[in-house]
C-alpha cells in the first residue's frame, strides 16, 4: 500500500490526471520526451507493467482523429508500446473495457454520416460532433451488454488484458455484444451537431426524462 501512497498522497486522482494533462501540453506530438513522474506511474500502478518490473523510459504522443492523442512508452524490452497513463490512475472496469470497443466498431458508420452532413442539422454551421438521437449509444450498449455469457466475460478478460499485444482490443466478430450493437445500430437515428447545439440535445434529453 506504500505505493500507493506515494502517487494519491500529494495529488488527489483528480489533481494528478490534471498535472499530466498540462504537462503533456508541453510537447508537440511525435516528440519524445521524459517523465519521471510518468513513468513513476506507469511503473507503480499499471496492471502489467506493476507485475512484470516493466518501466517506460520516455514518450511520445500521436495524433488520433477523434481523439486528442494516441500515448506510446518506450520499454527497452518492447520498444515503442502504447499506453495508457490515464488508466493507471482510473482502472477501467470491464463493462467500459467492451463499451469502448462498441464505440469503436461502429466508429465506421459515424465517420460516414459526418462525411455526408458537413453542417450542424440544428442551427447550420460547421458540424463537429455525431448524437446518438434515438436510442443513445449508451442504450445500445448497455443491451448489448445483457448478450455476453460468463464465457464472453473471460475470453474478454483474458483478450483485453494482453498488454503484449501492440493492437488496440477488439471484440472478435462472433462476438455477441458487438453481433447486437451493429445490428441495433442499422436503425438508429443520428444527428450531426456543432458543439453548442450537442450541449442542448443533452439538457432537453435531461429535461425530457
Ligand atoms: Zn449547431
Sequence with gaps: MAKLDHFFKDFNKTKLEKHIQELLKNYDFNQEFE??????LITEKHYYCACHGLR????????YPGRCYNFFGFFLSLGWHPISWNQCIYPKSKENIV????RKAIEPDISEYKRQHPKCERCGKLSKEIDHIEPEFDVIAQQALKTLSHKDWESIMIDSFNFLIKEEFRLPDNNPALIYTLEAHKTVKLQAVCKKCHQINAEERKNNQ
Excluded at 35 to 40: G, Y
Excluded at 56 to 63: G, S
Excluded at 99 to 102: G, I, R, T
Design 35 to 40: 517523465s519521471e513522474l510518468i513513468s513513476d
Design 56 to 63: 517506460p523510459l520516455r514518450f511520445r504522443k500521436e495524433p
Design 99 to 102: 463499451k469502448d470497443a462498441l
